[in-house]
């Protein structure tokens, strides 16, 4: 792993490691794909109005959330193909955030099975779920990971229907991966990475398997045609229901919308994930930071609020939770990381966002996280004030 000074080092790595139709899997949105990158400069165009001559020779990154210390403001989210950027991609990052302090959201379409997480991610294990056609399967997911004893499940709300992805079309990407001769081409393209890790699975056995589907569905990455999708009937009466469910922290992820912030806080869910998918499931959706304020002001006394989308820099965490969101997640920066060095990739990833937190602090003028409020942003630079 070459060194690596800040989040676009590491991309820039995992794009000259990875095949080109895995990277851009990771990369890229839907449609005109144009919106992850509005996430991005949404963010940069905010500005901050700094408080100088304060003693800010120590400070805390530390926060608390849901009634336990964090040791950063962090959340690792949940990204279903780490196990194809590195071998063992997903053990890899949760170890990365366990010696971070950081949970880890295992996502359903995850091949590493929610019991080996458990035993890694020891910061604390969060479980991403979509609601299925057949809710019976569903709940089979809600009962395993609440036997397991997962902090949060995370129940992901903007994807009724697979997004149209037209560019892993013209790489002959898909989940699953069906062999074709273009996905052929960007994997040899990619020696490296196929001696790294395609041919560590095939001689181990073979490719990953969807560890977290039941049985009657699961398979490995390349098949079976049997899968379940996601289902366009998913309503209120459903997070009612998984509220009944399940016993721990529910959080909907993928709220954009003022009005079903207010919907959540009435059907008593925990938190909500302000996200539009990093950009990857509909691109005419705003960016994240653009309604962040709207939701808080609605919401923010009453719900654990989450910021999703966009984070590239340590900056980014300050002026998300300036606005007054109370923790905020990555994944696209733990990828990068994983995909550039494995384990030791994704720790440098948390580690470079926490010195970048750390030094921002200093910059704006405090010394814990609990003292940013609005009042260290240009509030004609922030949208919503």
Same mark, same amino acid.
């Given at each position: 792993?070459?060194?690596? =000074?800040?989040?676009?080092?590491?991309?820039?790595?995992?794009?000259?490691?990875?095949?080109?139709?895995?990277?851009?899997?990771?990369?890229?949105?839907?449609?005109?794909?144009?919106?992850?990158?509005?996430?991005?400069?949404?963010?940069?165009?905010?500005?901050?109005?700094?408080?100088?001559?304060?003693?800010?020779?120590?400070?805390?990154?530390?926060?608390?959330?849901?009634?336990?210390?964090?040791?950063?403001?962090?959340?690792? %989210? +949940?990204?279903?193909?780490?196990?194809?950027?590195?071998?063992?991609?997903?053990?890899?990052?949760?170890?990365?955030?366990?010696?971070?302090?950081?949970?880890?959201?295992?996502?359903?379409?995850?091949?590493?099975?929610?019991?080996?997480?458990?035993?890694?991610?020891?910061? *604390?294990?969060?479980?991403?779920? =979509?609601?299925?056609?057949?809710?019976?399967?569903?709940?089979?997911?809600?009962?395993?990971?609440?036997?397991?004893?997962?902090?949060?499940?995370?129940?992901?709300?903007?994807?009724?229907?697979? +997004?149209?992805?037209?560019?892993?079309?013209?790489?002959?990407? !898909?989940?699953?991966?069906?062999?074709?001769?273009?996905?052929?081409?960007?994997?040899?393209?990619?020696?490296?990475?196929?001696?790294?890790?395609?041919?560590?699975?095939?001689?181990?056995?073979?490719?990953?398997?969807?560890?977290? =589907? +039941?049985?009657?569905?699961? %398979?490995?990455?390349?098949?079976?045609?049997?899968?379940?999708?996601?289902?366009?009937?998913?309503?209120?009466?459903?997070?009612?229901?998984?509220?009944?469910?399940?016993?721990?922290?529910?959080?909907?992820?993928?709220?954009?919308?003022?009005?079903?912030?207010?919907?959540? !806080?009435?059907?008593?869910?925990?938190?909500?994930?302000?996200?539009?998918?990093? *950009?990857?499931?509909?691109?005419?959706? +705003?960016?994240?930071?653009?309604?962040?304020?709207?939701?808080?002001?609605?919401?923010?006394?009453?719900?654990?609020?989450?910021?999703?989308?966009?984070?590239?820099? %340590?900056?980014?965490?300050?002026?998300?939770?300036?606005?007054?969101?109370?923790?905020?997640?990555?994944?696209?920066?733990?990828?990068?990381?994983?995909?550039?060095?494995?384990?030791?990739?994704?720790?440098?990833?948390?580690?470079?966002?926490?010195?970048?937190?750390?030094?921002?602090?200093?910059?704006?003028?405090?010394?814990?996280?609990?003292?940013?409020?609005?009042? =260290?942003?240009?509030?004609?630079?922030?949208?919503?004030?």
């Amino acid at each position: 792993m070459k060194p690596a =000074y800040n989040i676009w080092d590491l991309r820039e790595q995992a794009r000259r490691r990875l095949p080109k139709a895995i990277f851009e899997f990771i990369e890229r949105g839907s449609e005109d794909d144009v919106l992850i990158g509005r996430n991005v400069e949404a963010l940069r165009r905010i500005r901050f109005s700094p408080r100088t001559l304060r003693d800010v020779s120590s400070r805390d990154i530390g926060i608390e959330l849901f009634g336990r210390k964090r040791a950063t403001p962090l959340i690792i %989210g +949940p990204t279903g193909t780490a196990d194809l950027l590195c071998h063992r991609g997903e053990s890899a990052i949760a170890s990365a955030a366990a010696g971070a302090g950081v949970p880890f959201t295992l996502a359903t379409s995850s091949t590493t099975s929610m019991e080996d997480i458990a035993r890694i991610a020891t910061a *604390g294990m969060w479980m991403q779920m =979509y609601l299925w056609e057949r809710r019976d399967l569903s709940w089979q997911v809600v009962e395993r990971a609440a036997a397991l004893g997962a902090e949060a499940l995370v129940l992901t709300v903007d994807t009724p229907m697979w +997004p149209n992805r037209e560019f892993n079309k013209h790489n002959g990407m !898909a989940n699953p991966i069906r062999p074709n001769l273009r996905l052929a081409r960007s994997f040899l393209a990619r020696p490296g990475w196929m001696m790294r890790v395609l041919a560590r699975y095939m001689l181990a056995g073979g490719l990953p398997r969807f560890a977290n =589907y +039941p049985a009657e569905i699961g %398979g490995t990455v390349s098949g079976p045609v049997n899968r379940v999708t996601n289902s366009a009937s998913v309503c209120w009466d459903d997070v009612a229901e998984l509220k009944r469910r399940w016993p721990n922290r529910l959080l909907l992820k993928g709220i954009l919308n003022r009005e079903d912030a207010l919907l959540a !806080a009435e059907h008593g869910v925990d938190g909500i994930i302000v996200s539009n998918h990093g *950009g990857r499931t509909f691109d005419a959706s +705003p960016a994240s930071i653009e309604v962040l304020a709207e939701i808080v002001d609605a919401v923010g006394q009453d719900l654990t609020v989450i910021f999703d989308s966009g984070v590239r820099r %340590g900056s980014d965490v300050l002026k998300a939770m300036a606005i007054g969101a109370h923790a905020v997640i990555v994944g696209r920066a733990t990828l990068y990381g994983a995909a550039a060095g494995g384990a030791a990739g994704a720790a440098r990833a948390l580690e470079i966002l926490a010195e970048e937190i750390s030094t921002s602090m200093a910059m704006v003028g405090v010394t814990s996280l609990a003292q940013l409020d609005r009042s =260290y942003l240009r509030a004609d630079t922030v949208p919503g004030l």
